[in-house]
């Protein structure tokens, strides 16, 4: 008797499962169309220390402005430099350093609030 109980049970639950993941009421969300990548440096690259041009770009809508972030510390608490800009790139010569920089742009269009901070990179130099 248990085993029937059991078995209905479970089929019971499989069947409203069923229906309630085909509903036509669960939509996916819409994904986010202004978005920061960073190109280069990519990510864990070893680079010559000569000048680096960093460069990153926007998806389907160019920023009106970014900022530029490089730090040696991958929580951003010191900054090596912070840098407001209008372009899509910026060369810095860095000091030689074996140890890792990490490095993140935001980018800002007209509205305040809209904003888009990437991921984080990190390289070093050889």
Same mark, same amino acid.
């Given at each position: ?29 819409? %994904?986010?169309?202004?978005?920061? @990548? ?8 070893? @680079? %010559?220390?000569? %000048? ?10 160019? !920023? &009106? ?11 951003? !608490? ?14 810095? &010569?860095?000091?030689? &350093? ?7 742009? !935001? ?6 609030? &809209? ?12």
């Amino acid at each position: 008797m248990n085993n029937l109980k059991y078995i209905i049970f479970s089929a019971v639950f499989l069947y409203t499962l069923l229906i309630v993941s085909c509903s036509d009421e669960t939509t996916a969300p819409e %994904p986010p169309t202004r978005l920061v @990548i960073l190109y280069y440096p990519e990510f864990d690259m070893i @680079i %010559p220390d000569t %000048p680096v041009t960093f460069r990153w770009g926007t998806t389907t809508q160019i !920023a &009106d402005s970014f900022k530029l972030d490089i730090s040696h510390d991958s929580n951003f !608490a010191s900054f090596y430099l912070r840098k407001g800009l209008t372009v899509q790139q910026y060369t810095i &010569d860095l000091p030689v &350093d074996t140890n890792y920089y990490y490095w993140r742009v !935001a980018g800002f269009w007209r509205n305040p609030v &809209d904003s888009d901070m990437s991921i984080t990179n990190k390289f070093r130099q050889r």
